[in-house]
């Protein structure tokens, strides 16, 4: 942990160490005179005098020290959560999907709160820290032979508190597993809480057989770390005790103190116990962010794909989309349920500039799954894929998916246009709006849609609209038709589809809407995760009236790199 503050702005810790220090040795400095004075050895202005400057660099000291370590400590968090989600932004979705959308949101809370406390104790650490130091340097100037004894004791507490010390650390890490559980408690209970609502005895069973186990579970072991800390504080108190004891009573047995010796040890032990409690104290915290430092270190390696150091050479940037090409395309999933193996493929297509590809079959044949090879992310488990002739693999996937424009069936629409310049679109904004029927109810203003509360249909269609304007070669609707009402279906179908293919755009439409089959160019059924059959109806695509006639977005981006 103190490696990776370190590791994170040596120059803040540097300075948060140094003023820590300063005002830790100041301060004990500061007991030191007290009981210099105390015995009566100072003339009273020089003693002002000192006790004065004494006092000052205790509080600029401290006063800089935790300056400086909030301003790290902010800044610490806020790099955190943005390399977090800069890690889960680059990493491979199957490797995402299968960590889960609640074990991501626990790094992001869980455990960049957990090292965002400890490295808020980190300044009052250092200044307790260097405190108990500069007490244990003026106790040494004052015997030697009860520094010997005394560092005797404080190497015997560091032993025995390394040695148990793994039985708390052990806990949290439990404690921590557990947390992802309940995480994906609470992930159900937000996302399914209609559901539960609707349904009492569901909705008490998931308390009691779900969320309250894992809650009692994270709650046993969080408290046995807690418990495991007490007694480890505890026996620190002990040795402290038995400390001040063996120097009380057994110590004056062994060699005779003088009055200074004896009440400089009694006041500095007394002064000794505030900071030997809050370090004592602050290990917990300590030890919960070292488990979530190691989660988080680890995320490194379980999200990045590591065949991104094996990129190929010498990918040239395509300037314009010719061909997609599926050579032998395969992907499994294993069907728990049935506990056998749902495989797709192996695929062979092609897709060409300007085409309107319907992918339609039965629930559970593999549209979705297809979509998902074709736009790179799902990975193939055998077999190629190819744009404008050039293999897709980890090194330019990342790049190859630019390339399409997709709204899944359970789309995330975002209330800003990310990305998309509204300003140099704004006329083209105002046409889509308004031909979505959209243009009452939302507007966008500085980039951002005024309203997103709107029906699932009507979001869809903003959905649409912010396709459109990222204007890619490649487009693909998962059932996008499915919430919309008849006549917007038709509207969709009939002249938002043929207006895409009229520039050129290939569009893959996943649809069960029979009745539109006949305005594909291609219609690819699949069946069992096989290609069943493939129809080319576009005999029929006269009969259409086409309205190509829709605004195009002001930039085109087409690239592989
Ligand atoms: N993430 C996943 N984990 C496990 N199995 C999956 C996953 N995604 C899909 N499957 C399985 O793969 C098979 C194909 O699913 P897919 O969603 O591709 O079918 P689909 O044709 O799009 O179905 P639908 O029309 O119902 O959306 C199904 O048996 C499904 O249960």
Same mark, same amino acid.
């Given at each position: 942990? #103190?490696?990776?503050?370190?590791?994170?702005?040596?120059?803040?810790?540097?300075?948060?160490?140094?003023?820590?220090?300063?005002?830790?040795?100041?301060?004990?400095?500061?007991?030191?005179?007290?009981?210099?004075?105390?015995?009566?050895?100072?003339?009273?202005?020089?003693?002002?005098?000192?006790?004065?400057?004494?006092?000052?660099?205790?509080?600029?000291?401290?006063?800089?020290? #935790?300056? #400086?370590?909030?301003?790290?400590?902010?800044?610490?968090?806020?790099?955190?959560?943005?390399?977090?989600?800069?890690?889960?932004?680059?990493?491979?979705?199957?490797?995402?999907?299968?960590?889960?959308?609640?074990?991501?949101?626990?790094?992001?809370?869980?455990?960049?709160?957990?090292?965002?406390?400890?490295?808020?104790?980190?300044?009052?650490?250092?200044?307790?820290?260097?405190?108990?130091?500069?007490?244990?340097? $003026?106790?040494?100037?004052?015997?030697?032979?009860?520094?010997?004894?005394?560092?005797?004791?404080?190497?015997?507490?560091?032993?025995?508190?390394?040695?148990?010390?793994?039985?708390?650390?052990?806990?949290?890490?439990?404690?921590?597993?557990?947390?992802?559980?309940?995480?994906?408690?609470?992930?159900?209970?937000?996302?399914?809480?209609?559901?539960?609502?609707?349904?009492?005895?569901?909705?008490?069973?998931?308390?009691?057989?779900?969320?309250?186990?894992?809650?009692?579970?994270?709650?046993?072991?969080?408290?046995?770390?807690?418990?495991?800390?007490?007694?480890?504080?505890?026996?620190?108190?002990?040795?402290?005790?038995?400390?001040?004891?063996?120097?009380?009573?057994?110590?004056?047995?062994?060699?005779?103190?003088?009055?200074?010796?004896?009440?400089? $040890?009694?006041?500095?032990?007394?002064?000794?116990?505030?900071?030997?409690?809050?370090?004592?104290?602050?290990?917990?915290?300590?030890?919960?962010?070292?488990?979530?430092?190691?989660?988080?270190?680890?995320?490194?390696?379980?999200?990045?794909?590591?065949?991104?150091?094996?990129?190929?050479?010498?990918?040239?940037?395509?300037?314009?989309?010719?061909?997609?090409?599926?050579?032998?395309?395969?992907?499994?999933?294993?069907? =728990?349920?049935?506990?056998?193996?749902?495989?797709?493929?192996?695929?062979?297509?092609?897709?060409?500039?300007?085409?309107?590809?319907?992918?339609?079959?039965?629930?559970?044949?593999?549209?979705?799954?297809?979509?998902?090879?074709?736009?790179?992310? $799902?990975?193939?488990?055998?077999?190629?894929?190819?744009?404008?002739?050039?293999?897709?693999?980890?090194?330019?996937?990342?790049?190859?998916?630019?390339?399409?424009?997709?709204?899944?069936?359970?789309?995330?629409?975002?209330? =800003?246009? !990310?990305?998309?310049?509204?300003?140099?679109?704004?006329?083209?904004?105002?046409?889509?709006?308004?031909?979505?029927?959209?243009?009452?109810?939302? =507007?966008?203003?500085?980039?951002?849609?005024?309203?997103?509360?709107?029906?699932?249909?009507?979001?869809?269609?903003?959905?649409?609209?912010?396709?459109? #304007?990222?204007?890619?070669?490649? !487009?693909?609707?998962?059932?996008?038709?499915?919430?919309?009402?008849?006549?917007?279906?038709?509207?969709?179908?009939?002249?938002?589809?043929?207006?895409?293919?009229?520039?050129?755009?290939?569009?893959?439409?996943?649809?069960?809407?029979?009745? !539109?089959?006949?305005?594909?160019?291609?219609?690819?059924?699949?069946?069992?995760?096989?290609?069943?059959?493939?129809?080319?109806?576009?005999?029929?695509?006269?009969?259409?009236?086409?309205?190509?006639?829709?605004?195009?977005?002001?930039?085109?981006?087409?690239?592989?790199?």
């Amino acid at each position: 942990m #103190l490696l990776f503050l370190w590791r994170s702005s040596w120059i803040t810790i540097a300075g948060v160490l140094l003023t820590g220090v300063i005002s830790g040795l100041s301060n004990a400095a500061l007991i030191a005179f007290i009981n210099t004075r105390l015995v009566g050895q100072m003339n009273i202005p020089y003693a002002i005098g000192w006790f004065a400057g004494l006092a000052l660099t205790v509080l600029v000291s401290r006063t800089a020290s #935790l300056y #400086l370590l909030n301003r790290f400590s902010t800044q610490l968090v806020r790099d955190l959560r943005l390399r977090i989600s800069r890690l889960i932004l680059h990493a491979p979705y199957p490797n995402l999907q299968k960590m889960g959308k609640s074990a991501l949101l626990s790094h992001l809370t869980e455990d960049v709160t957990a090292i965002a406390s400890a490295s808020e104790l980190f300044p009052v650490l250092c200044i307790n820290f260097a405190i108990l130091v500069g007490c244990m340097a $003026y106790l040494s100037w004052l015997s030697w032979q009860l520094a010997l004894v005394l560092a005797g004791i404080i190497l015997f507490g560091v032993t025995t508190f390394n040695f148990f010390k793994e039985i708390p650390l052990r806990s949290v890490r439990i404690a921590r597993g557990e947390y992802d559980v309940l995480g994906r408690g609470f992930t159900a209970l937000t996302e399914g809480v209609r559901e539960l609502k609707l349904h009492r005895r569901r909705s008490e069973a998931f308390v009691s057989q779900s969320l309250s186990n894992s809650a009692e579970a994270y709650r046993r072991h969080s408290f046995r770390a807690a418990a495991a800390y007490l007694w480890l504080n505890q026996w620190v108190q002990l040795l402290y005790y038995l400390t001040i004891g063996a120097i009380l009573y057994a110590f004056p047995l062994w060699q005779t103190l003088n009055q200074e010796i004896i009440s400089g $040890y009694v006041l500095v032990f007394l002064f000794m116990m505030s900071p030997l409690t809050i370090v004592t104290n602050s290990l917990p915290a300590f030890s919960r962010a070292k488990v979530s430092l190691d989660k988080i270190l680890q995320l490194d390696e379980k999200l990045v794909e590591r065949s991104l150091a094996e990129r190929p050479a010498g990918l040239a940037v395509q300037e314009s989309f010719t061909s997609l090409t599926l050579t032998g395309v395969t992907h499994s999933f294993h069907r =728990e349920k049935e506990n056998r193996n749902f495989t797709l493929g192996p695929i062979d297509l092609e897709f060409h500039p300007g085409e309107l590809v319907f992918l339609v079959g039965g629930n559970g044949s593999g549209k979705t799954t297809l979509a998902m090879l074709s736009i790179g992310l $799902y990975h193939p488990a055998s077999g190629m894929i190819s744009w404008n002739g050039c293999p897709v693999d980890g090194g330019n996937r990342d790049a190859y998916m630019q390339n399409f424009s997709v709204i899944f069936s359970d789309f995330y629409l975002f209330d =800003e246009l !990310y990305g998309v310049d509204a300003e140099q679109h704004r006329g083209a904004v105002e046409d889509y709006l308004q031909r979505l029927h959209l243009n009452h109810k939302v =507007e966008i203003i500085d980039g951002r849609f005024s309203s997103v509360s709107l029906s699932q249909g009507q979001r869809k269609r903003l959905a649409l609209l912010v396709a459109y #304007l990222e204007d890619r070669p490649f !487009y693909v609707f998962d059932e996008w038709a499915a919430d919309q009402d008849p006549e917007f279906k038709h509207v969709f179908y009939t002249e938002l589809l043929p207006a895409l293919k009229a520039r050129g755009k290939t569009v893959l439409a996943i649809t069960h809407d029979e009745k !539109y089959f006949y305005l594909a160019d291609r219609c690819i059924k699949l069946d069992e995760g096989n290609i069943a059959a493939i129809e080319y109806p576009q005999g029929y695509a006269g009969q259409v009236a086409v309205n190509a006639e829709w605004p195009r977005p002001a930039q085109t981006e087409t690239s592989i790199s």
